[in-house]
């Protein structure tokens, strides 16, 4: 068992000085491969990935032959040019008898929701149409190089009718569909050229940002009285009991004490907690999330999703939620009408790479100043760690909180469990290649937890 042990840590470290050395060469040689060394050719090469191309070339190729070398090659010149004017022709002739509408079945879901979307479309052309399919607008291309994806097929549309379809799509990420003018396309009969068609859209689909469920919320009680909110102790009329003091006219009869009433003969009442609401701000710090790469695409996303789960949980909790996006500020209100204009929003959502947009780090400067009991509590969403002096910091519960989202969380940033806003040491630490939704519910409800302990 000790040798066993003890040959555990020389494997992974013999892996770990191999394996990641190949990685590296893998990855290099992978991008050298997908590295475009000549873009000045691209007009001139691009053609050729369409098989009308090869036709082409193969019909040149034959006429040639049948000019300098055997008349046979006029029978293969001319069975080419045959299947190109009508693979060319027939879908030109086809789609110009087609229209088509599109239209969802809702305005709005979240992100991975099925979604129902009907298509109409009306064949004028007395023969019926085949291989048609829907593109652009659903899903996203990687490239210039990828190939369209179709977001529904139909093998056969009836001539001189009107048909419905429906089909069921599940966005995978947020934003406003379709994001381009989805287009109905056909190359029947041989698939070597497509024509297309503009399909107009009923309507659009706001996809929200998928929340994280969350449970708690820290200890944010503040000093405004108000109908719902924390129980704080302040003389009210809500929560648990305090004290007991003498009775005033106008208290109820419910909140006697009637075993202290009977020991001292005079009317005693229970005193018990007041309801009081508490700002908090939740800020998101876009331009650390910025980039047109598909990492920085899945970091951007689940900032948003983090910072729509904070917002979500502290609006349902009653607390005054100030959100920051950018330059923009506004407070949520309350009720659903508050979180379903947040979540538009969110939906619409682009950080602004912009060098003049005011960090958290120098806000936080500035407003960590004038740090009083009622100030409110802040929670920034970001990739690092401003760079804030220590004796700035303020009380632990006015203190910045900071929720880090990466896919390679430094070594060092570990949850300061307990201490809200400890040192230079983040609140929340999550990294985007593991389960980012378990690792929120876990740190926030844990952290939640003990913060209301040491409050």
């Not at 060319?88 to 969802?104: E, N």
């Not at 909140?255 to 508490?278: E, F, G, K, S």
């Not at 899945?298 to 939620?321: K, N």
């Not at 630490?429 to 937890?449: N, Y």
Request: proline share 7%.
């Amino acid at each position: 068992m000790i040798g066993e042990r003890e040959e555990m840590p020389l494997r992974g470290l013999i892996s770990a000085r191999v394996i990641r050395p190949a990685l590296r060469v893998w990855s290099a040689v992978e991008a050298i491969g997908h590295h475009d060394f000549c873009p000045w050719a691209n007009g001139y090469v691009y053609w050729l990935k369409q098989p009308i191309g090869w036709f082409a070339v193969g019909a040149l190729a034959s006429l040639l032959v049948a000019w300098f070398v055997a008349p046979q090659g006029w029978l293969v010149f001319g069975a080419l040019i045959a299947v190109m004017v009508l693979g060319v022709a027939w879908p030109w002739i086809s789609i110009h008898g087609l229209t088509a509408t599109l239209a969802f079945d809702r305005g709005r879901c979240q992100e991975t929701e099925s979604v129902a979307v009907r298509l109409t479309i009306r064949n004028g052309w007395p023969w019926p149409a085949w291989g048609l399919v829907v593109e652009r607008g659903f899903f996203e291309s990687q490239g210039d190089d990828d190939p369209k994806t179709a977001v529904t097929a139909l093998a056969r549309v009836p001539g001189w009718s009107q048909s419905d379809y429906a089909f069921v799509f599940r966005p995978e990420r947020r934003g406003v569909y379709p994001r381009a003018a989805p287009v109905l396309a056909t190359g029947f009969p041989f698939g070597i050229w497509s024509r297309l068609r503009a399909i107009p859209v009923e309507g659009e689909l706001i996809v929200w940002p998928r929340t994280v469920p969350l449970t708690s919320v820290p200890a944010v009680g503040g000093s405004r009285p108000t109908v719902a909110g924390s129980h704080v102790d302040s003389a009210g009329d809500d929560g648990d009991i305090l004290a007991s003091r003498f009775y005033r006219e106008g208290d109820s009869l419910r909140r006697v004490h009637w075993a202290q009433t009977a020991r001292r003969d005079v009317l005693v009442v229970c005193q018990r907690q007041a309801t009081a609401r508490r700002r908090v701000i939740v800020e998101l710090d876009g331009s650390a999330f910025t980039g047109s790469t598909r990492p920085d695409e899945l970091r951007r996303d689940w900032a948003v999703r983090v910072f729509a789960s904070l917002c979500r949980e502290l609006h349902a909790h009653h607390c005054d939620v100030e959100c920051r996006l950018d330059k923009s500020s506004w407070l949520l209100e309350p009720g659903p009408a508050g979180m379903r204009r947040l979540l538009d929003r969110l939906a619409r959502y682009v950080p602004a790479d912009d060098t003049e947009i005011a960090g958290p780090a120098s806000r936080n400067q500035r407003d960590s100043c004038q740090v009083r009991s009622d100030f409110p509590v802040l929670i920034v969403v970001g990739r690092e760690l401003p760079s804030v002096p220590k004796a700035s910091r303020g009380r632990s519960i006015a203190r910045p909180r900071w929720v880090l989202i990466d896919d390679r969380p430094p070594r060092n940033a570990l949850p300061a469990w307990g201490v809200a806003g400890a040192g230079e040491r983040p609140w929340i630490v999550l990294d985007t290649t593991a389960d980012v939704a378990g690792q929120l519910q876990a740190q926030w409800g844990r952290l939640c937890h003990d913060d209301w302990r040491i409050n």
